[in-house]
């Protein structure tokens, strides 16, 4: 039996639902490891904000490319603009994130506005965009003593507090967790 080569979703409350019927997508396209649940990340993503942010429905299309899965989440409701994608997280992050996440994990983002909806495509190569133009050779490893590049996909959240000076209230710290609160930890 032949794999299919498109998929299309309606976009519900049953992110569950979504997630696996992207994986199971994605996997038979040739996705896998960390590229397959990056993928399912960001759809996870754009599909919760279409349902906090936007109409609360539209559809979620999957397809296969020669180099990857292409993925396009449509809102009817038309509100994602091009400025929300640039946009940095809050910090501290609580909420927000989501279209970062997903400009950190995939390999392409784009944005449209077809008939006024809001079209989010998002492309995961089958191998890292560094390794899919070929097998790499001993010429292409870095030279001796230096680093190689740094990924581009590796999700990390880096955040020093200062200690927060003897007079400053829990209120005054946005970096002090509940829990602290609750168990009176300074």
Same mark, same amino acid.
């Given at each position: 039996?032949?794999?299919? %080569?498109?998929?299309?979703?309606?976009?519900?409350?049953?992110?569950?639902?979504? &997630?696996?019927?992207?994986?199971?997508?994605?996997?038979?396209?040739?996705?896998? +490891?960390?590229?397959?649940?990056?993928?399912?990340?960001?759809?996870?993503?754009? /599909?919760?904000? /279409?349902?906090?942010? +936007?109409? +609360?429905?539209?559809? /979620?299309?999957?397809?296969? %490319?020669?180099e990857g899965v292409r993925v396009q989440i449509v809102d009817p409701a038309g509100r994602l603009q091009p400025s929300d994608l640039d946009r940095s997280p809050p910090w501290p992050p609580t909420h927000g994130m989501g279209l970062w996440v997903i400009r950190q994990v995939c390999d392409e983002v784009r944005l449209d506005h077809p008939e006024g909806h809001s079209r989010l495509e998002l492309f995961m190569a089958?191998?890292? /965009?560094?390794?899919? &133009?070929?097998?790499?050779?001993?010429?292409?490893?870095?030279?001796? +003593?230096?680093?190689?590049?740094?990924? &581009?996909?590796?999700?990390?959240?880096?955040h020093r507090r200062e200690t927060p000076a003897p007079d400053d209230s829990p209120e005054d710290d946005p970096g002090r967790s509940r829990l602290q609160d609750a168990a009176g930890q300074s």
């Open positions: 039996m032949d794999k299919p %080569a498109a998929m299309t979703l309606p976009i519900d409350a049953d992110l569950a639902r979504i &997630r696996q019927a992207v994986r199971g997508f994605a996997e038979e396209a040739g996705l896998a +490891g960390e590229r397959l649940q990056n993928l399912v990340l960001a759809v996870n993503e754009a /599909v919760t904000n /279409v349902l906090d942010h +936007g109409a +609360g429905t539209g559809s /979620v299309h999957l397809w296969r %490319a020669d089958y191998r890292p /965009v560094a390794e899919s &133009r070929g097998a790499a050779s001993a010429a292409d490893a870095p030279a001796r +003593g230096t680093r190689p590049p740094t990924p &581009r996909h590796p999700l990390r959240l880096h």
